[in-house]
């Protein structure tokens, strides 16, 4: 069983009805003791990491989450559950989960793209550029594009980590994958066709 | 081309009243579907990036049939989403939102009460609330500097208020977005409104959706470039299939605009 970690941070839904369109069961929890029983977890979220920082350790979700990464077990971060898995965020100055070394920085205010200045939040589809193969991304086009909706990204310390890159006046870390993790900053649940293949790769990965 | 980045967004616009299209829209052997959910699905098939919803149910008691409309939809299609008309509190949007629109928007009721930008943003999230704006051009004056003023209720009341104040005001008080309909330009399928798109889109750091005027792929080029707009809405150009979104994606791409090409 897949479980979705809920932590009232906004687009669960999304990610439970692209999962109910491929035929995938799924729990909607935020008890320590039923993410204990799933055999893999996806970690959602849109808003603000001061909050939700706030509402996972009151839950003691951020200790759950430390340990289950050491099970071995397969974990999906998607947008702000990507950004608060390193262990700082820009975003209202917050600590992290710490699963991966590095923070989440803000995009520079004067983004350009030639003698455009690029809007913040960037809002729409983007590409990403893999680094490597990962089985969460086969079957996926190079040509397919992504939504995101973000001012902040992740900037993990350790390079080896960085799975994939997006151009956005600036190269950034758009997807990190780490062992049994894999994290993506765009919503694979609103990427159309592409997206639900990633989700569909990530029920069946087996991390070796 | 420049370098690889955002793609600009191609977002076709169904208005729907009491649960159903108000225009006949024609697809497959020009056969009506009355269905929104339906006219989605076929949309999100032909490469739409995000759809827009407009309900103009008058009465309120069946706006429930539209968070129903709303539910379904967010079943069938995963691109994001938007549902305005008739949004007048935090309760109203939250409605939406739970239902499983990724955005909802606001028009006259934030001309009336703007801090509901505020509080939308504050609870949902800027990314969550578009600002839409309805704008007549006329005589420029002291009240009315850009020569641009916005008008509510379908284009009825002028507001008074000038279009471009209005819109950095709305950027300031959290709106993520602006939707920017052009009411001169509306239903003619002459083009957009590229001075007034301009004018917006280079005087806020949101993103801007053209809206009003798409009759020729041309249009859509135009507002993009010159009009320096991040999203273009279309409507009637591929309700009654004189263009289909791929087609337009590919004119696009030979003018060297990018858009998503693969879905």
């Known amino acids: ?208 | 081309m420049e370098a690889v980045m955002i793609s600009k967004r191609i977002i076709p616009c169904l208005d729907v009243r009491d649960g159903k299209l108000t225009k006949g829209i024609k697809f497959k052997g020009n056969v009506d579907i009355g269905d929104p959910v339906e006219a989605a699905r076929e949309y999100y098939e032909q490469g739409a990036d995000e759809i827009v919803f407009y309900d103009i149910t008058a009465s309120s008691d069946k706006r429930d049939i539209m968070i129903d409309v709303v539910r379904r939809v967010a079943e069938t299609i995963f691109i994001p989403f938007s549902v305005g008309g008739g949004i007048r509190n935090l309760d109203d949007m939250r409605n939406v939102i739970h239902a499983g629109a990724e955005k909802v928007s606001v028009n006259s009721a934030a001309v009336e009460n703007p801090q509901i930008i505020t509080q939308g943003a504050k609870a949902f999230g800027s990314q969550c609330v578009v600002l839409g704006m309805d704008v007549k051009k006329v005589d420029v004056s002291d009240a009315i500097p850009s020569g641009y003023e916005i008008v509510i209720h379908g284009g009825r009341i002028y507001t008074g208020i000038d279009a471009l104040w209005w819109a950095k005001e709305a950027e300031k008080l959290g709106a993520g977005e602006i939707c920017l309909n052009s009411i001169d330009a509306d239903g003619v399928q002459t083009g957009y409104e590229l001075n007034l798109t301009w004018l917006i889109s280079e005087n806020v750091h949101i993103p801007v959706i053209a809206s009003g005027g798409a009759g020729k792929p041309e249009h859509l080029a135009d507002v993009l470039t010159k009009g320096k707009a991040d999203a273009a809405l279309i409507a009637s150009m591929v309700h009654y299939r004189t263009y289909t979104i791929a087609e337009i994606k590919h004119y696009l791409s030979e003018k060297q605009i990018k858009t998503r090409l693969f879905w």
């Not at chain 1, 070394?101 to 983007?126: C, D, H, V, Y």
């Open chain 1, 1 to 208: 069983m897949i479980a979705i970690i809920d932590y009232n941070a906004g687009n669960i839904t999304s990610v439970a009805r692209a999962l109910q369109s491929i035929g995938q069961d799924f729990v909607i929890t935020d008890d320590t003791k039923k993410l204990d029983a799933a055999s893999r977890v996806i970690f959602p979220g849109v808003g603000a990491a001061g909050e939700a920082m706030a509402y996972l350790r009151q839950k003691k979700l951020d200790v759950w989450l430390r340990s289950y990464i050491k099970t071995g077990k397969p974990l999906l971060g998607i947008c702000l559950g990507t950004q608060i898995i390193l262990d700082y965020s820009e975003e209202n100055d917050t600590e992290c989960i710490g699963l991966v070394p590095g923070s989440t920085k803000r995009f520079p205010e004067k983004l350009t793209e030639g003698s455009a200045l690029l809007k913040i939040p960037q809002m729409g589809w983007n590409s990403v550029r893999l680094l490597r193969s990962h089985p969460v991304f086969d079957d996926v086009s190079p040509a397919a594009e992504f939504y995101f909706v973000h001012s902040y990204y992740p900037a993990p310390a350790d390079k080896e980590v960085v799975l994939g890159v997006t151009e956005y006046g600036m190269t950034f870390c758009s997807v990190l994958a780490k062992n049994n993790l894999v994290a993506m900053q765009f919503h694979p649940e609103k990427s159309g066709r592409p997206g639900l293949q990633i989700l569909k790769n990530f029920c069946t990965w087996r991390p070796s």
